[in-house]
């Protein structure tokens, strides 16, 4: 018997797909996962080689990669240096300010350039959603949960350190981090506060963009925190999955009427995504997806089907980065608009 | 322990002695340029108050949204301009890099060795300054060789005499105030 209740309310979503497949159940106990996460990804991927390609990634690693911060520095001059103490880099062909690093990168948190602020250490996947919500110098922008502070301090320099920023988080020992990445990168446009972003929907349409960079069970990380495999019980996915949803329906009331909202989060399970996104749509009739221009340049698109259950079409405008097609952390992405 | 402070309008007599202090570090057109148009915040009901600077647009949000709709205090915002200690304004590294690169004075410049010594906390001796960034003030803005900010230190002799040759060289000069080594082995 379960002791949890689904969070989705418009669609149905029984709990059959998850259970384990003698395959699954191999392939999991090879690999050291959970039988159910496997499971599920036969199911997305829709054959077994896919699926252990994506396993293997576990524990693997990434290249590292960094944000150049235009607030403090000229990309070029920052190369120059990086490259004199030995970094070879190459630039993300889709971030003008981001670079992989091909080596040095186990030097990057101790030199004196991260100090000065000049570069933010940053996963390539986490530079595409405030180039999606491409905010400006006009806009009033709300960064739901904040900390660390590299997409805030990216979204500040995109807005040229001009408009507002309200960053909110809800940790403590967060914030602190938070506001030292502020400084550190001499962003100015901030107003950081400490609190439930979840409340905010009570407060009022007030924000023209909104960036949600939703907690989530990280299961895009398996590359670079093998705990992963075997961290996130079946209740704790569809647990977060109500924390999304809530966090995401406060998001819309918040939001100014044509405004913009970007929702990510570093998971690859659909209930994380799709699915929130789905009810979402079912719940606001005023809400719509929106194109992307950046991610949908290499990654693939969102689910409109899976695990058996229908969605909606628009979730084809949403997409999705894997660590075993893209070399990448799992992401997911997706824009929305609220009609004014 | 501390209460949540409470972020306010700053006095007209701390306004006025922040900037005085910055006036005296890096010239009053680039300080009144820079403060035109903008609001001082100040935190309350703690011990330390902290000093910053916002924009009109900001101080909109923090009064109409943050005090107004939804009746909640920043954790901070704007420029960390620094903190008043004893009814004395001490000076952030935020604002003061701010300002060195608009005044390009009241600076020293250290060698790459004494740079990295004095991103672990270290002070700064006579021999490792090569540039001096006149006029100077007590506290003065660090830098490296490249015109990065390194932090702030107090000058222990006066400007003239980081320029004598007698004097010893081993001789620290300047007493590290704060560096940028801070974000990583404290923060804020």
């Known amino acids: ?340 | 322990m501390d209460k949540h402070p409470i972020f306010v309008k700053a006095s007209e007599p701390i306004l006025k002695d922040i900037i005085r202090t910055l006036s005296q570090m890096f010239g009053e057109v680039i300080v009144e340029s820079f403060f035109r148009d903008k609001v001082v915040y100040i935190t309350r009901n703690v011990k330390r108050n902290e000093v910053f600077l916002v924009t009109r647009t900001l101080d909109h949000v923090v009064v109409d949204y943050l005090k107004g709709r939804i009746r909640r205090e920043p954790y901070s915002l704007g420029i960390f301009l620094g903190q008043i200690i004893d009814g004395e304004y001490r000076v952030s590294i935020d604002i003061a890099e701010k300002l060195f690169l608009k005044a390009r004075r009241n600076a020293i410049m250290i060698n790459e060795h004494a740079a990295s010594l004095f991103l672990y906390g270290r002070d700064v001796m006579l021999k490792s300054i090569i540039k001096v960034y006149p006029p100077l003030f007590k506290i003065t803005v660090v830098i490296n060789e490249l015109e990065d900010v390194l932090g702030l230190c107090k000058l222990t002799v006066k400007p003239k005499d980081l320029l004598v040759e007698s004097r010893s060289k081993n001789k620290i000069v300047c007493k590290n105030i704060i560096d940028k080594g801070w974000y990583l082995r404290k923060g804020h």
Request: hydrophobic share 40%; aromatic share 10%.
């Open chain 1, 1 to 340: 018997m379960l002791n949890f209740k689904l969070p989705f309310k418009t669609f149905k979503v029984g709990l059959k797909y998850t259970t384990p497949s003698f395959e699954a159940r191999t392939l999991a106990e090879k690999y050291g996962f959970l039988p159910y996460m496997v499971e599920r990804y036969i199911k997305m991927f829709g054959n077994i080689e896919e699926v252990e390609e994506l396993l293997k990634t576990t524990g693997k690693g990434l290249t590292k990669s960094i944000r150049c911060n235009i607030l403090k520095i000229e990309c070029n001059n920052l190369l120059k240096r990086l490259k004199s103490k030995g970094l070879k880099l190459k630039n993300i062909p889709w971030v003008n300010t981001g670079y992989w690093v091909l080596e040095g990168g186990e030097k990057l948190g101790y030199l004196h350039e991260y100090l000065f602020g000049y570069y933010f250490i940053q996963g390539a996947p986490s530079m595409v959603p405030p180039l999606e919500l491409n905010p400006s110098p006009n806009d009033v922008v709300l960064d739901m949960c904040a900390a660390p502070g590299g997409k805030t301090t990216h979204l500040a320099e995109l807005m040229g350190n001009k408009g507002v920023i309200l960053a909110v988080d809800i940790s403590r020992s967060r914030m602190k981090t938070l506001r030292s990445n502020i400084s550190r990168m001499g962003v100015a446009n901030t107003v950081l506060l400490k609190m439930n972003s979840k409340e905010l929907g009570n407060y009022g349409e007030f924000f023209t963009k909104i960036l949600l960079d939703a907690p989530c069970t990280g299961e895009g990380l398996l590359p670079i925190d093998a705990s992963r495999k075997e961290k996130t019980q079946l209740q704790d996915l569809f647990k977060m999955a109500s924390r999304q949803l809530e966090l995401l329906k406060s998001a819309i009331k918040a939001l100014k009427p044509g405004g913009t909202l970007v929702y990510s989060t570093c998971s690859i399970a659909p209930e994380e995504n799709e699915f929130v996104i789905n009810e979402i749509l079912n719940l606001f009739k005023n809400v719509s997806v929106e194109n992307l221009s950046i991610i949908s340049r290499f990654g693939v698109k969102g689910f409109t089907e899976v695990f058996g259950i229908r969605l909606r079409d628009e979730l084809a405008k949403c997409y999705r980065v894997y660590p075993h097609k893209h070399e990448m952390e799992g992401y997911f992405i997706c824009k929305l608009i609220k009609k004014g």
